[in-house]
T-cell receptor, first 113, second 116 residues
Framework: NAGVTQTPKFRILKIGQSMTLQCTQD?????MYWYRQDPGMGLKLIYYSVGAGITDKGEVPNGYNVSRSTTEDFPLRLELAAPSQTSVYFC????????????FGQGTRLTVV | AQTVTQSQPEMSVQEAETVTLSCTYDTSESDYYLFWYKQPPSRQMILVIRQEAYKQQNATENRFSVNFQKAAKSFSLKISDSQLGDAAMYFCAYRSGAQGAQKLVFGQGTRLTINP
C-alpha cells in the first residue's frame, strides 16, 4: 500500500528559487494537509484542502501556494525561497470521518541557502 | 481559531515507570476529536490514541490512556510501564468536527526520553 507519497525526500534551494513539493495519496481521502516542522518543534499547518478545487489557509501560509485539481494530488509551491523556509515538510491525508486518523508522508527536508 | 498547547518540551522517565504528558487546547466548538501522535526518530507519525469530545469516558489503548477534562480543555496522556520503544516526540492534536472545515492542528510536542 502506497498511502501518502511525497517527493522529493531532500532538496537544497538557493535564496529566490522556486520549487514544488509533490504529494499524492491513494486512499481516496477528501482531506489533505501540508505542515512544516522546524527542528525540535511541532507541526504547523500551512494549507489544507477539503476536496478537489477547495483549499484554505492554515497557521503559516505566507510564502506558499497550493492547488487541488484532483482528489489524489495536493502540491505545495514555494515561490522566492527564503532561509526561513528551511524545514521538514509533511503532507497528510484524512477521511471525512472526524475520528479517523490522518496518514502522513515521509517528509521532505528542505534547506534554503 | 483552535490552538493546542503542550507546556512540557521534554520529559524523562525510568523504564517501567509511569509518565504523564500534558496538553491543553482552546476552542469554541462542541464537536471535535483529540489525538495523541508519536513521532520516533524515523519521522513517521503514528497514532497512539484518540478521544471524542462527546464521550466522558477516557480512552485507553493498552499501556496508553488519557485524562480528558472537557471543561478545563485538558487532554493528558499517561504511559504506564514505560518501555525503551516509547522514546519519541509526542504530539497532541485537535480536529474540528465542523463539516467542510476539519483542520487538524498540532501542539508543539514533548520529547520523551526513557532511561534504562
Amino acid at each position: 500500500n502506497a498511502g501518502v507519497t511525497q517527493t522529493p525526500k531532500f532538496r537544497i534551494l538557493k535564496i529566490g528559487q522556486s520549487m514544488t513539493l509533490q504529494c499524492t495519496q491513494d486512499m481516496n481521502h477528501n482531506y489533505m494537509y501540508w505542515y512544516r516542522q522546524d527542528p525540535g518543534m511541532g507541526l504547523k499547518l500551512i494549507y489544507y484542502s477539503v476536496g478537489a478545487g477547495i483549499t484554505d489557509k492554515g497557521e503559516v501560509p505566507n510564502g506558499y501556494n497550493v492547488s487541488r485539481s484532483t482528489t489524489e494530488d495536493f502540491p505545495l509551491r514555494l515561490e522566492l525561497a527564503a532561509p526561513s523556509q528551511t524545514s521538514v515538510y509533511f503532507c497528510a491525508s484524512g477521511s471525512n470521518r472526524v475520528w479517523a486518523e490522518a496518514f502522513f508522508g515521509q517528509g521532505t527536508r528542505l534547506t534554503v541557502v | 481559531a483552535q490552538t493546542v498547547t503542550q507546556s512540557q518540551p521534554e520529559m524523562s522517565v525510568q523504564e517501567a515507570e509511569t509518565v504523564t504528558l500534558s496538553c491543553t487546547y482552546d476552542t469554541s466548538e462542541s464537536d471535535y476529536y483529540l489525538f495523541w501522535y508519536k513521532q520516533p526518530p524515523s519521522r513517521q507519525m503514528i497514532l497512539v490514541i484518540r478521544q471524542e469530545a462527546y464521550k466522558q469516558q477516557n480512552a485507553t489503548e493498552n499501556r496508553f490512556s488519557v485524562n480528558f477534562q472537557k471543561a478545563a480543555k485538558s487532554f493528558s496522556l499517561k504511559i504506564s510501564d514505560s518501555q525503551l520503544g516509547d522514546a519519541a516526540m509526542y504530539f497532541c492534536a485537535y480536529r474540528s468536527g465542523a463539516q467542510g472545515a476539519q483542520k487538524l492542528v498540532f501542539g508543539q510536542g514533548t520529547r520523551l526520553t526513557i532511561n534504562p
